[in-house]
């Protein structure tokens, strides 16, 4: 359980500890990762599905490695392998899997609210790895834990995000958890790309980069899709480069120079991130990548680890 | 008339007429090195001053024109930068706004800068480029505003044509924010439309021409009214030729959409001219007082 | 047992450790870890007592077994997962894995288990302040500050100044909810 939950659907639901607890952990399982034996026995006889009806091979991958340096069995299910093809709905593929007794299932989906309809329809835990724009709890989950660790801390800092936040479930999820662990959030975009009423959920915007990045302690650069068809948010990504785009003179004439730079990839570059500030000295973006692991890692150790009707943790 | 280097220049005996620092009568105007000195009733002349008798004449402010085709790129048989500017100067327009429905239409900077090039070689009116709305004005994807902006384009619009998609049009309102560009449009209807050639109505019908009815303006009006408040998007409505139109404005007025001192443009007098009640036979070259009334009143 | 015991018996246990290490030429591949958190402080303790002894300043490890419990199934809510600290390789060395009480022998099994995941001792011995009995796995404790009989309805506490407590005691009291 993460406090008092079974299932890890978004951050907006988790509280300030429960977001710590979390992310704890994870420094722990990290340790574990730079063993040279990287296994550790937790979750042995467990088994993970990951039920990805989108492709993406680094999220799985992300998972797989965490249940399996957890000593867990992991399936991987596509839909490209599927029966959805022949027609078979949602339901009936998790509860076909669900009778086979996994522990966890790990759904990402790009219909917002899969995975709260799959957890109110199976018995075992559920874990998002992203539903449509709604959110991507573990993205959210290893960006704080990205900047906490580089930073120290996120109490007070400023955390900037750009792109396409009307449609980024990263951004959701971001903002849902960063100003619970007292962080500032903007959010920067060309107007067509910021969501109506934003402001509600905690973050101030600002359309001009320059002002965005202004003073900001982690910049989050998000990936911009040209292939809307039929909804022109941009001209082109020519013009959104020029204007809310990163290159190495920028980031050197507006950036704190203890910023960091994250992109929870993968990158366009040149689009929104150029080669150079990718690769620089801002980037933490490959500690991302190895952070995720490590809280994945705890999320499924205190969703599996644990079923029975034992009493609270302790160490005997 | 500007005056250069130290050169005095006095304009005696003239109506002057200046709307903005409630002028209207009979003044001398003092222009020293190319900037307005003094505006007053009794001006000592100075000896070296160049002085010009312009009794019974007006003496206003330049005109600006928000919109005008320069015709250049593309089109030069029809008007070209300089003889456009040349005309306009003629008539007391020192400023215009240049639409972008020229060959190829003025979405990308290039063609912004040469519109700009031929305005200072002719050295006439002041000439603010307008850049398209869509790229190519084909009404799908949006122009480039930043580059537009950027290369001297003081607002978008893809006149000659009205925006048909209501989604690109929202989606334009929104992205101009960030340039802080206005839109200028185009209102009307092409599926109401069709092909016709003036208002509908008795006189069409008796001349057994096509007419196109006023709702064709209104819709469009109505909708980037309502786009405008959705999105805070600043929209101008060129053009304007219709009650549906003026009552839609008022409304969106009283609504506090519309800032005090914004006046309706009025069209060049050839469309506002035609109206049902002038077109007796199928000549449309008069230019009825009516038209003019119309237009110099702001308040409408 | 008082401070004052707790104290003779880590020195005692410090003797004989330097004295079975130094019978074995071990004493230069000496290494200390402690399980958390009760077997820290004997590991620190024991650490400067070994080098007041025998001049030799032993590396010092900490290891939390969390992950490698084997009660995972039977508890309601995933334990509390302590960090891990060990910098040295652990390849030929002679360990000394330290607790402060040794009762079912569950905890050493699983700290040997993640203890081998970072390489392969020479050896390991086991030193425990208290040992009480009532094994459950086939354990036993090389060094011993103590040996206690306790009943099962009975718990067995070391409170260390390390850890806050005003002195160091062993305490024996009835089990919470037994």
Known sequence: MIGRHRHLIGLEGLNREEILQVLDLAVSMKEVLSRPVKKVPSLRGKSVVNLFFETSTRTRSSFEIAAKTLSADALNWT?????????????????????????????????????????????????????????????GLLDCFTIREKLGTLEGKTVAIVGDISHSRVARSDLHA?????????????????????????????????????????????????????????????????????????????????????????????VELSSDVADGPHSVILDQVQNGVAVRMAILYLLAGGAGEGTRAERA | MSASGSEVLVLQGGRVIDPSSDVDGVRTVVV??????????????????????????????????????LREPGQEYKETVETGTRAAVAGGFTAVCAMPNTLPPNDNASVTELILARAAAAALARVYPVGCISRGRKGEDLAEFGELKAAGCVAVSDDGSPVSSAGLMRRALEYALAFGLPLAVHEEDLQLVGK????????????????????????????????????????????????????AVRDAKARGLVPDNHPLSGRSFTNLASTGANATDWRTSSFASVAAATLVNPSV | MNAEAVDRAVRRMAQEIVERARALGALEGLALVGVRRGGIPLAERLRVEIQ?????????????????????????????????????????????????????????????????????????WLAVLVDRGGRELPVAADFAGAQLEVPPEEDV?????????PEDAVVVHARRGS
């Open chain 1, 79 to 139: 839909s490209a392998q599927s029966s959805t093809t022949k027609g078979e709905t949602l339901l009936d593929t998790a509860k076909n899997l669900e009778a086979m007794r996994p522990d966890v299932l790990v759904i990402r989906h790009s219909a917002s609210g899969a995975p709260n309809f799959l957890a109110r329809n199976v018995g075992c835990a559920v874990v998002s790895a992203g539903d449509g724009a709604h959110e991507h709890p573990s993205q």
């Open chain 1, 178 to 270: 960063m100003p619970k662990l007292g962080a500032k959030v903007r959010l920067c975009g060309p107007p067509t790309m910021i969501p109506r009423g934003v402001e509600a959920l905690g973050a101030t915007v600002e359309h001009d980069l320059r002002r965005a990045v202004d003073g900001a302690d982690a910049v989050i650069m998000l990936r911009i899709q040209h292939e809307r068809i039929g909804d022109p948010l941009i001209p082109n990504t020519r013009e959104y480069s020029k204007f809310w785009g990163l290159n190495a003179r920028k980031a050197r004439e507006w950036l704190k120079p203890e910023a960091v730079v994250l992109h929870p990839g993968p990158i366009n570059r040149g």
């Open chain 2, 32 to 69: 020293r090195d190319g900037r307005i000195a003094a505006v007053a009733e009794r001006v000592d002349v100075p000896s070296e001053a160049r002085v010009l008798d312009v009794r019974g004449q007006w003496v206003t402010p330049g005109f600006i024109d928000l919109h005008v085709h």
């Open chain 2, 196 to 247: 016709g050639v003036m208002n509908e109505g008795p006189a069409a019908t008796r001349l057994g021409l096509k007419g196109n009815p006023a709702q064709a303006e209104d819709v469009m009006v109505l909708r980037d009214i309502a786009l405008a408040e959705l999105t805070g998007g600043r929209v101008h409505i060129s053009h304007a030729s219709s009650a549906g139109t003026v009552r």
């Open chain 3, 52 to 124: 007041r002894i025998a001049g030799v300043l032993a590396p010092l490890g900490t290891l939390d077994i969390a992950l490698y419990r084997d009660d995972l199934a039977q508890r309601g809510t995933a334990p509390v997962v302590g960090p891990t600290d060990i910098r040295f390789a652990v390849d030929g060395r002679t360990i000394v894995l330290t607790d402060d009480v040794l009762y079912t022998g569950r905890t050493v099994r699983a700290a040997l288990d993640e203890l081998v995941d970072f390489g392969r001792p020479r050896r390991v």
């Open chain 3, 157 to 165: 506490q070391v409170r260390w100044r390390e850890a806050g407590a």
